[in-house]
Structures are given as structure tokens and as C-alpha cells.
T-cell receptor, first 113, second 115 residues
Framework: NAGVTQTPKFRVLKTGQSMTLLCAQD?????MYWYRQDPGMGLRLIHY???????AKGEVPDGYNVSRLKKQNFLLGLESAAPSQTSVYFC????????????FGPGTRLTVT | AQKVTQAQTEISVVEKEDVTLDCVYE???????LFWYKQPPSGELVFLIR??????QNEISGRYSWNFQKSTSSFNFTITASQVVDSAVYFC????????????FGSGTRLQVQP
């Protein structure tokens, strides 16, 4: 099992460019999440999904869109990147049947110049 | 709304010292779950422990121990005889019982263990 993987690991964007971050999990988990981590602020929830075909907003959704067309994949899109979106992005998944630990991916470090 | 406070931004100790990381939480739920994660310099998040609100027993795992006190809404983490490999950022987190079950994280405590 690879667990939770994220692509890419690093990316530098110019303001206004778009990109998609891919999260994949091979544990057949129902729930998937996107968090961002900024210095001194811990992780904050961007969007989440409780099952294939469903998505919902978290605490800081502005400027991001997501899709969960397949159960194993959760995509995070930035349509027009801004410097404020410079951050480390973590994807996580959990089984969903009970409160279990969330399994985190290795993170994507994104810099927007 | 849920909130997790880790008031200690950074702690520095010398190897073999004991160290306690504080975590205070706020929630309106009567059933909730608390977590600790470790983030070493390599950046990944490592799960350490999960505790539900009905279980106030302290837990010990090797050099790690956790003290959950519902009366003070605290879930503190102690490392006994710290080692250099314990140097990391430690996050306390709170999970909702229903709905999205997302984690609300504290801002983290950076622990530096000097040799």
C-alpha cells in the first residue's frame, strides 16, 4: 500500500497561473480532506469530501475548487493563483465509519510569486 | 465553534530532560476526539495518539504519555528522557463526532532537543 500520495511535491507558480494538485489514496477510504499549513497557524481545512462525487467547503475555501470523480482521487484546483496561496498543502483520508486517525500525504509545497 | 490552543510556541530542552507539551481545547460537543501528531523536519505528519472524550485514562507508550483532563479541557503530552530524534513540531487536534469529521488543529509547538 502506498497510502496517501500527492503530486507534485513542489511547485512554483506566477500570480494568475492555474494548477491542480492531485491526491490519491489506495485504502478505499470514504473521507478525504485538503488542508493548508502556514507558519504559526497549524493546518486549516480547505475542502473535504465524504464520498465519491461529493465535495464541501471547509474553513478557508476561497480561491480553491475541488473534485472527487473517483473514490481514490481528490483534486485541488487553483484557478488564478495569488501570493496568499503560498503554503504547504496536505491531503488526508480516513475510513469514515468511525472517528479514526486521518492518514496524511507527504505534502505539496507551493510558492506563488 | 471548536478551538485548540497550544500556548507554547517553542520549547528547547537538553537531551534526557522530561518535557510536557500543553493542549487546551474548546468544543460544544459532548462526544469528541483528540489527537496528537508529530511533524519532524522532513515535513510529514505522523499520528501519535487518538483519545475519545469518554476515556479519561492516561496513556503511556514507551517514553510518551498523555494526560487527558476533561475538567480543564486539556490533553497534555509528556516526553520522558527526551532524545534528539524527538525534535519536531507537535500538533494537538480535535475532531468532530459527526458530519465532516475534520480535524481542528492547534498552531503547534516546536520542540528542540539539544544533545
Amino acid at each position: 500500500n502506498a497510502g496517501v500520495t500527492q503530486t507534485p511535491k513542489f511547485r512554483v507558480l506566477k500570480t494568475g497561473q492555474s494548477m491542480t494538485l492531485l491526491c490519491a489514496q489506495d485504502m478505499n477510504h470514504e473521507y478525504m480532506y485538503w488542508y493548508r499549513q502556514d507558519p504559526g497557524m497549524g493546518l486549516r481545512l480547505i475542502h473535504y469530501s465524504v464520498g465519491e462525487g461529493t465535495t464541501a467547503k471547509g474553513e478557508v475555501p476561497d480561491g480553491y475548487n475541488v473534485s472527487r470523480l473517483k473514490k481514490q482521487n481528490f483534486l485541488l484546483g487553483l484557478e488564478s493563483a495569488a501570493p496568499s496561496q503560498t503554503s504547504v498543502y496536505f491531503c488526508a483520508s480516513s475510513p469514515g465509519q468511525r472517528i479514526d486517525e486521518q492518514y496524511f500525504g507527504p505534502g505539496t509545497r507551493l510558492t506563488v510569486t | 465553534a471548536q478551538k485548540v490552543t497550544q500556548a507554547q510556541t517553542e520549547i528547547s530542552v537538553v537531551e534526557k530532560e522530561d518535557v510536557t507539551l500543553d493542549c487546551v481545547y474548546e468544543t460544544r460537543d459532548t462526544t469528541y476526539y483528540l489527537f496528537w501528531y508529530k511533524q519532524p523536519p522532513s515535513g510529514e505528519l505522523v499520528f501519535l495518539i487518538r483519545r475519545n472524550s469518554f476515556d479519561e485514562q492516561n496513556e503511556i507508550s514507551g517514553r510518551y504519555s498523555w494526560n487527558f483532563q476533561k475538567s480543564t479541557s486539556s490533553f497534555n503530552f509528556t516526553i520522558t528522557a527526551s532524545q534528539v530524534v524527538d525534535s519536531a513540531v507537535y500538533f494537538c487536534a480535535l475532531s468532530e463526532r459527526r458530519g465532516r469529521r475534520a480535524l481542528t488543529f492547534g498552531s503547534g509547538t516546536r520542540l528542540q532537543v539539544q544533545p
